[in-house]
């Protein structure tokens, strides 16, 4: 794959629409090698590989470097956690996965409430679903679910006081995320697995049709 021809927008809806439920890269080959970027073009396509591959682990250690800043503010931590989780909502396949187990506990102790809580059929168009319906989360459209968590998280935020704590740990995660996108050499693994990935997609939308 040719990453200097992807534009910063598709690498945001690519990281959108991608399964984030793959376990994090082994320490070993995410620290393995390291070197300079020769040109501004490389660089450039290097670091959206990198984003791309190692996107689990990168925010691992986001989330890490905020735990750091807020083991003196419990409830910061509890914010936070709430801001991670309206931001993965976003993510189409984080957003189906949080809305099948929230349902599955549910059915667990209240089936009826379970049975309410199904996502809507997909529309049917010319005889077939619809491939592109919304994500619903808990038989509500997804939009409420990141509002709801959005305000719990700003409220928890202004309470807790750690906005300026919040901006310092994530200016230094995003930085320490920067750095190693940019100097990771990225290895023959990770382009295959970005055409694994793509094909997977491919395959997917052919066999809806």
């Not at 959005?150 to 200016?171: E, N």
């Amino acid at each position: 794959m040719d990453w200097s021809n992807v534009t910063a927008e598709d690498l945001v809806e690519a990281l959108r629409e991608v399964d984030w439920s793959t376990p994090p890269r082994p320490f070993s080959e995410f620290f393995s090698r390291f070197t300079v970027p020769r040109s501004q073009t490389k660089w450039t396509s290097r670091l959206k590989c990198n984003l791309y591959y190692y996107r689990t682990n990168y925010f691992l250690m986001i989330i890490l470097i905020l735990g750091m800043g807020f083991l003196r503010r419990p409830l910061a931590i509890v914010a936070a956690l709430t801001t991670a989780l309206s931001i993965g909502l976003l993510n189409d396949s984080f957003a189906a996965t949080f809305s099948e187990k929230i349902t599955r506990t549910i059915r667990q102790f209240s089936p009826h409430l379970a049975a309410k809580l199904r996502a809507p059929l997909a529309p049917v168009i010319r005889g077939r679903p619809s491939t592109k319906r919304a994500i619903f989360i808990c038989g509500r459209p997804r939009w409420v679910s990141v509002l709801a968590f959005s305000g719990v998280s700003f409220f928890l935020w202004i309470v807790s006081c750690g906005a300026l704590m919040v901006l310092w740990a994530l200016a230094i995660g995003l930085l320490a995320t920067l750095l190693h996108a940019s100097f990771r050499t990225p290895n023959l693994k990770a382009r295959l697995n970005t055409f694994r990935e793509e094909f997977r997609a491919v395959w997917r939308n052919y066999s809806d049709l």
